[in-house]
C-alpha cells in the first residue's frame, strides 16, 4: 500500500497550549481523492484545515504532503506547493 498523499498522523492543535481542539486526529487522502469532515460546530473541523495550511501551529503530530513534512513551513510556501484554506 503506497502513502497517501496528504497525511495527517497523531495532530494535537489549537489556539491555545493548555487547550488542543485537536487531540490525536489522523486522516490519509490519496490523490483525486475527495474527503469531506463533518461535525457539528465546535468540533474542530476549521481547526484542522487552518492547521494544514499553517494558519493554526500543530503542538504535535505530523503533516506529510506527497511524502514530505511539511509541518511548520509558512504558509506562504504551501500556496506554492498546493496547499490553500
Do not use: F
Request: glycine letters at 12%.
Amino acid at each position: 500500500m503506497t502513502a497517501g498523499h496528504l497525511q495527517v498522523t497523531d495532530l494535537v492543535a489549537g489556539y491555545t497550549p493548555d487547550a488542543p481542539i485537536l487531540r490525536g486526529l489522523s486522516l490519509e487522502v490519496d490523490e483525486r481523492e475527495i474527503v469531506t469532515v463533518l461535525g457539528p460546530n465546535g468540533a474542530g473541523k476549521s481547526t484542522l484545515i487552518k492547521t494544514i495550511a499553517g494558519l493554526v501551529p500543530a503542538k504535535s503530530g505530523e503533516i506529510m504532503l506527497r511524502g514530505r513534512s511539511i509541518r511548520g513551513i509558512e504558509t506562504h510556501r504551501l500556496v506554492n506547493a498546493g496547499v490553500a484554506y
